[in-house]
């Protein structure tokens, strides 16, 4: 019964060993602003553009991870944009 528990235990270590994917991992410019990473990011819009915004790193102190009101009414623009087939905002 012993035999048993170790083959199990050993079966399960090697197969969630070859489930896990190597992290994707970048390098990008940053700015410091008031002890916050900014970075710039490129929302892809329907038209085949992108268009530049600047945007917070959650650092993991749970205090900034709503997005700003002036880019979350940017995006719900172009969501609406999107769906009614106009890509102007």
């Known amino acids: 019964m012993k035999v048993v528990r ?4 050993v079966v399960v270590f090697a197969l969630s060993a070859f489930a ?7 390098t990008v410019p940053i700015t410091l602003d008031h ?12 038209d085949g553009t992108r ?17 700003t009101h002036r880019l ?3 995006i719900r623009k172009q969501r609406w944009a999107g769906l009614q087939g106009n890509s102007s905002a």
């Open 51 to 67: 268009k530049r915004v600047r945007a917070w790193v959650e650092t993991g102190n749970g205090h900034d991870d709503e997005p």
């Open 6 to 9: 170790i083959v199990i235990a």
């Open 20 to 26: 896990q994917a190597p992290p994707n991992t970048v």
């Open 35 to 46: 002890n916050r990473i900014v970075i710039d990011v490129y929302l892809p819009l329907p």
């Open 72 to 74: 979350a009414v940017w």
